[in-house]
């Protein structure tokens, strides 16, 4: 941990001065400070990755959250209000996705990913309802079509993927919508979130 031990001094009652108080307290902030950011290694709170930033910037994680249900009645595929993240050009990342949606047996549930021209997405899918296999493979050009467990059931689903840009910056976006329409809401819920590395 970054900070050096308190010396204790004697002193009249109660027997601590005034600035080994001061200094204590400052070593408490650090320890606080150095857990947060794993900072196991004897330095300092902004050396903890290598990546090459400002002070306290950390742009390479990115974290989105759905703060609200959003809902869709329609296999028209369009882009999630929230799960979207910004790429630069010739950059490397890696990407999950958490969602928890609802849906009618018939309506279900597909996704999609819009990239930058010339980037490359791939990824899985661990899809519990998925015929013959609960994993889906699949690329920056897919439509994947995923299953539900009815109406009243809140289906949980992973996605993992890489994204290799080219030399095209722009956003990588969630789609989704239902795979057959329905006028039941499909509902993709609150809490469901995506989570961005970049990696080079």
Request: overall charge negative.
């Amino acid at each position: 941990m970054a900070f050096t031990p308190t010396v204790w001094t004697n002193g009249a009652p109660p027997g601590i001065s005034k600035a080994e108080l001061d200094k204590l307290g400052s070593q408490y902030a650090q320890v606080f400070t150095d857990i947060t950011h794993a900072d196991l290694g004897g330095v300092t709170t902004d050396q903890h990755h290598p990546q090459s930033h400002a002070v306290s910037d950390h742009s390479d994680i990115i974290v989105a959250s759905k703060a609200a249900d959003e809902t869709v009645n329609n296999d028209t595929l369009q882009n999630d209000d929230d799960l979207v993240f910004a790429v630069g050009v010739n950059e490397n990342w890696v990407v999950d996705l958490y969602l928890f949606y609802t849906s009618t047996a018939v309506a279900d549930f597909k996704f999609k990913f819009s990239v930058p021209a010339g980037c490359e997405l791939e990824g899985i899918v661990i899809d519990q309802f998925h015929a013959g296999s609960n994993t889906d493979n699949f690329d920056e050009g897919d439509t994947v079509a995923c299953g539900t467990a009815g109406a009243t059931t809140e289906v949980y689903r992973q996605i993992h993927a890489t994204v290799r840009v080219a030399g095209t910056a722009g956003n990588v976006q969630f789609q989704w919508a239902q795979d057959t329409t329905e006028a039941t809401d499909t509902k993709l819920k609150e809490g469901s979130a995506l989570v961005a590395r970049k990696v080079s």
